[in-house]
């Protein structure tokens, strides 16, 4: 009696005999992500800081960008395709429409939520308005923009295996593959390095907002003068 391979030989068996085109794939998969987030934060940053400026039209601008988030996003790629033709530069248009809403309104709300008593104690000091916006509120609300580029990263690694559907790269190549031809390990293939990606993306994110917290930058800080401090008094004492 025939004896039919298992789903984990067949896994190995394909990877390690396709593992070049998996890596090619996974570096494409990044390539489409990485300038569509560049582009989202690029854009959403600066508009978030404006709108904060300009409020009247704070909640139409957010609404728009709220309104991409509701379009499916196989529907908002083959809208694109009348603009953009098929390809990565579609995708990465669809991308960056699609991861507008976290970056933007984190950027908004995070300046917003700035103690305003600290805003105006820097104002009496004598700094300008782009010296108070670039020591006193980005610091502060850095790590509330950074929780929204968390979320958008990790939509757009997601959301980016769809490009293959109008002929992008990426992952999404292997996981349309195996689902035309019903192989379980193509799509494992080009779903597991998508998902590493994303989890890779988020905890990075996660950490480097925990890092540009407040309070840790004031401990780092008390910890540098500790040392100084210490290096100064061994220095008087020898």
Known sequence: MTEFPGFFELLVDFVGSQYDRILYLTWEHIYISAVALAI???????????????????????????????????????????????????????LFLYAMLPVLQNTYIGIKNVPQATVQAARGMGMTEMQILRRVELPLALPVIIGGVRVAAVWIIGTAALAAAIGGGGLGKLIFSGLASIRNEVIVAGAFPATILALAADQGLKSLRSHLRPEHRARRLARKADIIEKKEVSTATN
């Open 40 to 94: 989202t934060v690029g854009f959403c940053m600066p508009l978030g800081i404006y709108l904060t400026r300009n409020e009247r039209i704070a909640n139409y601008v957010i609404g728009v960008a709220n309104v991409f988030q509701t379009i499916p996003s196989l529907a908002l790629l083959g809208f694109l395709i009348f603009v953009f033709g098929i390809g990565n530069d579609n995708a990465i248009a669809a």
